[in-house]
């Protein structure tokens, strides 16, 4: 598939896309012009983290899920996160993505964005791109109209005439398809594909964005070994571009990706450091093990 080609593609589909939203929001289709238009906030990592938790507490009805939590990532870094289930690592997620507000606690995205004080939306915008567990492709589309979408999307805003067009957004599109391995199958229903590769798909929605840190929770839930290798291998690519903080089960997995592990428990950080260290922490080993 040429770049010549992709674009005619891409332009068709930004045709049809057009077509179908002009007019169909409040505004007459208006509103959605502003949808791409980011915050002015620059991410300032100045101080060498792009993501600070301190002392953060979340109850709910009166069980507290997160207990003074602590956490900071550095720029670039591929922070893995284990710890038993109901440890509270989807919660950390959902604090930073504002969909929970936590009782207390500070939050922050570079040294000078208070993410306590945005909605969710708007978080998304500020670059923190978030991957639930389980795929949520177009599986109608193809692979290239779903990376295509989510490039004119953004959470649910739908981006309309006013988009940037043509060679700028294919060769987006080429970078990220190649990324995730899919350049092969840009053509493929996206619902004919493995788990794998509707999985990778879905990260290459998000890097559509362009995002400065993602959110990965149990990405290689169900996947083969040889589909865990691969999505190693993709994670390691994005570190250093992305940060990236990770939750996962799969030990040889984090054993193939990691650097710093955090092992959370009730709520809190138990451990940290090296996966080998952590695993031979003793209070590690009690939580897995131990009851
Ligand atoms: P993990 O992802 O580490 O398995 P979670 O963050 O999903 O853990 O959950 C942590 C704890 O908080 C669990 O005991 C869970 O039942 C509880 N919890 C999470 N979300 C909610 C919620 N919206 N309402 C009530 N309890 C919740
Ligand atoms: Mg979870």
Not at 6 to 21: F, K, P, S, Y
Not at 39 to 57: A, F, K, M, P, W
Not at 176 to 187: A, F, G, M, R
Request: hydrophobic share 40%; charged share 20%.
């Amino acid at each position: 598939m040429t770049p010549d080609l992709l674009e005619a593609g891409a332009q068709r589909l930004h045709a049809r896309a057009a077509q179908q939203t002009t007019g169909q929001t409040a505004s007459g289709g208006h509103a959605a012009g502003f949808s791409r238009i980011r915050t002015s906030q620059e991410v300032d990592v100045s101080h060498g983290r792009i993501l600070y938790l301190e002392d953060v507490n979340v109850s709910f009805d009166g069980f507290k899920a997160i207990k003074h939590l602590s956490l900071d990532i550095a720029p670039g870094e591929l922070r893995c996160i284990i710890g038993p289930n109901g440890a509270g690592k989807t919660t950390m997620m959902d604090i930073i993505t504002g969909k929970t507000r936590p009782d207390s606690g500070t939050v922050f995205f570079g040294s000078t964005i208070d993410l306590l004080r945005h909605s969710e939306p708007e978080i998304a915008q500020l670059g923190i791109g978030r991957k639930f567990q389980k795929p949520t492709v177009f599986e109608q589309l193809t692979v290239y109209e779903n990376l295509e979408l989510a490039l004119k999307t953004h959470k649910g805003v739908r981006a309309s005439v006013f988009f940037k067009r043509g060679s700028e957004q294919a060769q987006r599109l080429i970078e990220v398809l190649h990324t995730i391995h899919l350049q092969d199958s840009l053509n493929r229903q996206a619902g004919l594909l493995s788990h794998g590769q509707k999985q990778w798909l879905e990260i290459g929605m998000l890097l559509t964005q362009d995002p400065k840190l993602l959110l990965l929770d149990e990405p290689v839930a169900g996947m083969t070994d040889q589909e865990t290798e691969r999505t190693a291998e993709l994670f390691l690519s994005l570190k250093g571009k992305h940060s990236l903080v990770v939750v996962e089960h799969d030990m040889a997995f984090i054993k193939a990706i990691s650097n710093t592990v955090t092992v959370l428990c009730e709520g809190a950080v138990l451990a940290q450091g090296p996966l080998a260290q952590v695993q031979a922490d003793e209070r590690v080993i009690e939580v897995y093990l131990g009851r």
